[in-house]
């Protein structure tokens, strides 16, 4: 039994999409796979995906550095518009 797996790492959503939806980006000289979904955000506000994936970046680093969080956080969610992406809200 061969097993295949269609599923595409997203770097941008953090999870796996099926292949179908991916696209293969180059950013800063690194290939990473994103999905379509997501490229179609960044190009409406440009400005808006360079500081969201400065804030992923980070976020991922920290993830990486604690290597205990397998789950999303929820503030990571909620940037990615699972919630109310515009509107921010302060506690
Ligand atoms: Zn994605």
């Known amino acids: 039994m061969i097993t295949i797996t269609d599923d595409v790492f997203c770097y941008h959503c953090r999870r796996y999409h099926p292949a179908a939806e991916m696209t293969l980006v180059e950013t800063k000289g690194a290939k990473r796979w994103r999905c379509r979904k997501s ?43 699972f919630g109310a992406a515009s509107t921010r809200e302060t506690a």
């Open 39 to 81: 490229l179609e955000h960044g190009r409406t506000s440009p400005a808006r995906r360079d500081d969201f994936g400065r804030l992923i970046t980070e976020q991922n680093q920290r993830i990486r550095a604690s290597s205990t969080a397998k789950t999303i956080p929820y503030c990571v969610k909620e940037m990615l518009g």
